[in-house]
């Protein structure tokens, strides 16, 4: 799912293999596969890269014909198919297609992907993505374009500087913060509790990796929240108790950007200078960032695709 540089480091793949709590399920020499404690194959990839920076962001459908349907009104609506629907031999196998957003970012949506057994849900490590945050600079063609295109739909929003995106019941699965330049901000981890939040600190705590944001909860999404920078600069997140949406009656809301509400403990503060930097990160070309002489056989980041008719 992301790429770094340069290649999958010792270090990093023993950072989210080690105190992160995920687990190594593959590896090549350019690439990372790693799983969390819920069904799906993987949920992270390590790619070798020049830089920081999104490899491709990835979308469960529930069956191939979905994938199809998808592919074919993504096409219908414009946007550039850069792999056809199709049958893959990556780890983690799976039917799926990748188009280009427009900031050229690679999306996947994908399904029978492999599945694994499900690891203790008592232990305190991730069980899933709960969601991934990008900066854009133009966040109102975001919103037009990835709920026209994948059905997403609209949570909250953080005044006219960040808004949140679902898919399911999640209150997010991916969000969008207005800044200078496109590129990752964060990805959150989600636990399968408030002590398995705590817990999580404390194992990364005792690793040797301080927190660099939180603990606190935020506002938008109701979620605790512990913010981290991994060894190559990009930031996960651990995060718990997500809001789940009802959808007959849930209503968006706009959120004032006060310390208050950004963090309903009053535990953490506002993000350090330190924090915001490695949140803005720097920009990510996208797709050009990709090597197109060789097979892209990322897996993808499983987040589920919302029920939609193309």
């Known amino acids: 799912m992301l790429a770094c ?22 590896r090549t020499d350019t690439t990372a596969y790693l799983r969390a404690s819920g069904p799906e194959h993987h ?49 983690g196998g799976g039917y799926a297609f990748r188009f280009l957003d427009f900031e050229n970012r690679v999306i996947e949506v994908s399904a029978e992907v492999f599945a694994v057994p499900e690891r203790e849900r008592s232990n305190p490590v991730p ?31 953080s005044e006219h500087k960040m808004v949140f995106l679902r898919s399911n019941a999640d209150h997010h699965v991916i969000a969008f913060n207005q800044h200078d330049w496109a590129g990752p901000n964060h990805v959150a981890y989600e636990v399968s509790s408030l002590d398995a939040f705590m817990r999580s600190m ?7 990796h301080e927190t660099s944001w939180g603990p606190g909860r935020h506002g938008p999404g109701d979620n605790a929240f512990a913010y981290y920078i991994d060894p190559a600069g990009l930031v996960p997140e651990v995060t718990a108790e997500v809001m ?3 959808e ?16 309903l403990f009053r535990t953490a503060g506002p993000p350090t200078p330190r924090m915001r930097k490695h949140m803005g990160g720097v920009a990510d070309p996208g797709w050009a960032a990709v090597d197109r002489a060789e097979p ?15």
């Open 127 to 157: 069980r899933k993505v709960a969601h991934c945050v990008l900066n854009t600079v133009d966040i109102d063609t975001a919103v037009a374009s990835y709920t026209r295109l994948l059905g997403l739909r609209v949570s909250d929003w």
């Open 248 to 263: 007959e009656t849930w209503m968006p809301r706009v959120w004032r950007r006060t310390p208050e509400l950004s963090d």
């Open 5 to 26: 540089g340069p290649p999958p480091s010792r270090s990093r793949c023993n950072f989210y293999s080690g105190p992160w709590g995920l687990e190594l399920v593959e």
């Open 202 to 208: 404390g194992r990364l705590k005792v690793s040797g």
């Open 296 to 310: 892209r056989d990322a897996g993808p980041l499983l987040i589920p695709m919302p029920d939609v008719t193309y």
């Open 244 to 246: 789940q949406i009802d």
């Open 43 to 91: 949920v992270l990839e390590l790619h070798a890269s020049a830089q920081n920076g999104l490899h491709h962001l990835g979308f469960a459908a529930a069956t191939p014909q979905e994938v199809d349907d998808c592919a074919a009104w993504v096409r219908a609506e414009g946007a550039q198919v850069v792999e056809d629907p199709r049958r893959g031999d990556r780890p």
